[in-house]
């Protein structure tokens, strides 16, 4: 399994992008995490194989988990981006309940006016 993150990129505040993963064929649960710069890698949301979808707090309400099973592909649309949004965003996919954890490269997310 080898995952790639795409779909990033600079947006003024207020703004929105869509990430795209792909590179899996089995997911029990995919998420997406991000990482500002000094700081840890963060939860922001993930969703399972049967569809059941969950948000970090501060994400909620703004950012959309997807995934398309056709196309082995998952998606995180965010909405009203915050400039303490930006950072690097990583995918990451269990392929089964008791499987390894695979990361992708990630993909750089700019929120800035």
């Known amino acids: 399994v080898q995952l790639v993150e795409s779909g990033g990129g600079s947006v003024q505040p207020g703004g929105s992008l869509t990430l795209s993963c792909v590179g899996f064929?089995?997911?029990?649960?995919l998420g997406w995490y991000r990482q500002a710069p000094e700081n840890p890698r963060e939860y922001v949301a993930k969703?399972?194989?049967?569809?059941?979808?969950n948000y970090a707090d501060s994400v909620k309400d703004r950012f959309t988990i997807s995934r398309s099973v056709t196309d082995n592909a998952a998606y995180l649309r965010m909405n009203i981006l915050k400039p303490n949004d930006t950072g690097v965003y990583y995918c990451?996919?269990?392929?089964?309940?008791?499987?390894?954890?695979?990361w992708g490269q990630g993909t750089q997310v700019t929120v800035s006016s």
């Open positions: 990451t996919v269990r392929p089964t309940m008791n499987g390894d954890d695979v």
């Open positions: 064929e089995k997911m029990f649960s």
């Open positions: 969703i399972f194989h049967d569809g059941t979808t």
